[in-house]
């Protein structure tokens, strides 16, 4: 069976921090904003003094620290990247 054609199952736990599973890139990590991509769709979270605490994409998880205000899904044909932005 083709793994690229699997979905992986996500989730998002938010305690002291902020763990994300099924993170397969990510696009940005600022201190108030943050943008993973998690299986076809992409994941904002928006907030303050956010820093990643760990981060292993061979293993799908990235860990947060910091407050996290809102979170937003979005599909990946409506989330552009920083560079793509820059240059349009």
């Known amino acids: 069976m083709d793994q690229s054609n699997v979905k992986k199952p996500h989730s998002l736990v938010i305690k002291s921090d902020t763990t994300v599973t ?3 890139q990510v696009i940005e990590i600022g201190e108030k904003e943050v943008k993973v991509e998690v299986g076809e769709r992409t994941l904002l979270l928006v907030g303050s003094r956010f820093n990643a605490e ?3 994409l061979e293993e799908g998880i990235l860990v947060l620290s910091g ?3 809102q979170l937003k899904y979005a599909d990946k044909a409506e989330a552009k990247s920083f560079l793509k932005r820059l240059f349009k």
């Open 54 to 56: 760990k981060l292993s």
């Open 22 to 24: 099924g993170v397969t």
């Open 67 to 69: 407050e996290v205000a």
